[in-house]
């Protein structure tokens, strides 16, 4: 008997259940079949997760009567683009999709977002499911409907919310990730500890190798955490007006990063997240408004299950501080021409601010490494 948890995401007539357990991509259809309008779906997948997990995800469809067409596409950030979105779009209208027709995201937060965005706009919307193969999947991107692709001029920039009718996160999933890809998305769980919950980054503290390492129990109680820590957001908050935004924690200088890496393997958005989270406290102690000790314990932290905690952290890349001040006044949370951070008082005493002075900012980033 597979059991598995239930974090149910509450939006009035487009609420929707995020189940969290191990077995769920063999059992998928049989948990798919009843929110379908009609036994048809569209799996959108990437060249990483369709040698591992396609098969299993068709054979269960197929045993619940449900047939379906896949698309494969290349793996990576690069493929969160304008040019991938519209050959998406143009298989499934070749292959005759309709409005009763269901998309299923099958993937990390790549597949993920870009399925969904395309979700959004092929024949003004239709139906998608979300079965996240990664941890940072798992725990944040497939969970609140936000879709997006990147342009030259920034990450996620262009995109829509659309919120799925379904979200399978099948913990098995997580031994095929790499330890890189794995400690990636855990950076994303740790983010929820810093924002508002102090108690579930000092159970981190003490379980965080345990789960990198492969603890199946961790892990669980991880993503179920950090689901449920997102769905009360998102609840509160859809469309990222006030409390939602308090997600970005890390994420402004993380993206910057991200964009002078051209979105490459170089660094991945996790990583990225967890140097601009450390990058965040220490803006925060900067400013005279977090304890240099809860600073010192996030950096121990991220140092002690393998995540970068610098500039330093990719080797061979000159970092040039006015350069991603640059990138971080691209950011979509920018009001007025002013930039938004998430800053701390303290670990779980997250907050919004758009007073953040450029030479603390500057000497922040020149403290991590950039010149």
Known sequence: MITHDTVRVELGERSYDVLVGEGLLAQAGSHISPILKQNRVFVVTDDNVAPLHLEILERSLEDNGISCEAFVLPAGDQTKSFE?????????????????????????????DLAGFAASITLRGVDYIQIPTTLLAQVDSSVGGKTAINTEHGKNLVGMFHQPRLVLADIGTLDSLPQREFLAGYAEVVKYGLINDPDFFGWLEGHG????????DGR?????????????IVAADE?????????????????????ETGYSDMLLHGEGVAIGSIMAFDLSVRVGLCPSEDAARVHRHFAAVGLGTGLDHLQGVSWRAEILVDHMGRDKKVRDGRMTFVLVKGIGEAFL?????????????????AS
């Open 239 to 259: 469309r990222e007006a006030g409390q939602r935004a308090l997600l970005n924690l890390g994420h402004t200088f993380g993206h910057a990063l991200e964009a």
């Open 209 to 216: 190798a345990a789960m990198r390492d492969g603890n199946r």
């Open 84 to 112: 991938h979105l519209q050959k998406l779009i143009n298989a499934l209208l070749s292959h005759k999709i309709e409005r009763n027709s269901t998309i299923i995201a099958l993937g990390g937060g790549v597949v993920g």
């Open 353 to 369: 601010s758009q007073d953040v002075a450029p030479d603390d900012l500057i000497q922040t980033l020149k403290d991590s490494g």
């Open 220 to 232: 669980r109680k991880a993503v179920v955490t950090s689901c449920q820590a997102k769905a009360d």
